[in-house]
């Protein structure tokens, strides 16, 4: 099982503060998510966040998912920037600019990544397991931190975790991202998820150190 706890909900003012207290914690990996004002409502960071992260925190992964349309621009300025693993969604693009920009992904070494949003069929999944280093299933609609986790995500989790087994002869590591918490992470935990963002969890409540512990130990049980 693995944290990847979300930028988007850490104090800007003291952001390096907040990673730092993370990775102290035993965090390896952040979630930065990128939004454009556009293929979502709100609007975040760019590329020039993604390379201070890695110029202050080299060993740790940059986890960038992409909530754009412009991925002719978005996808390589991120690339370039440094990130370990790029998620980009699949209502952003056409089937074959899909499959277009996964290739990218592999010959720039970058991990692949796909998102998917709550009502999108999971069985657009066929054509590209094979080509994903990781899916990521949204569990609320993307734009916006804070939000409760869907009710009927366990069962979707579950789905997507059979059909990846299915058309997939390598493990795909499904991750799951919105309205994650001490209630919900086991939820997803027992529908097949195994790599958790969390946001409001880790960074509104106070001790981040002692929220990652229970996190984990949530996670442990």
């Keep these: 099982m693995l944290i990847v706890p979300s ?35 709100n609007l975040s960071y760019g590329p020039q966040l993604v390379s201070d992260f890695k110029k202050e925190f080299p060993k740790i992964e ?3 998912h992409l909530m754009s349309n412009n991925l002719d621009v978005m996808i390589p300025a991120f690339v370039e920037a440094g990130c370990d693993l790029l998620e980009f969604h699949y209502e952003a693009a056409t089937p074959d600019q899909v499959g277009k920009w996964l290739t990218y992904l592999k010959e720039h070494n970058v991990k692949a990544g796909l998102a998917l949003n709550p009502d999108t069929d999971l069985e657009v999944l066929n054509d ?23 009710p009927e995500s366990p069962a979707r989790i579950a ?23 001490g209630d919900t992470a086991g939820l997803a935990k027992n ?31």
Excluded: W
């Design 7 to 41: 930028i988007l909900n850490a104090d800007n003012l003291r952001l390096a503060e907040g990673i730092s207290q993370a990775v102290k914690a035993g965090i390896r990996r952040f979630h930065i998510d990128i939004m454009d004002g556009h293929f979502v409502s």
């Design 62 to 64: 940059a986890e960038v």
């Design 128 to 150: 590209y397991a094979d080509r994903l280093d990781q899916l990521l299933l949204m569990t609320v609609f993307p734009g916006f931190g804070g939000q409760k986790f869907i």
């Design 159 to 181: 789905a997507a975790r059979y059909l990846l087994s299915v058309a997939c002869p390598k493990h795909v590591p499904l991750e799951v991202d919105g309205g994650i918490n």
């Design 191 to 221: 529908a097949g998820a195994e790599i958790f963002v969390a946001g409001s969890y880790i960074f509104g409540k106070g001790s981040i150190a002692g929220q990652v512990n229970r996190l984990n130990e949530l996670l442990e049980e």
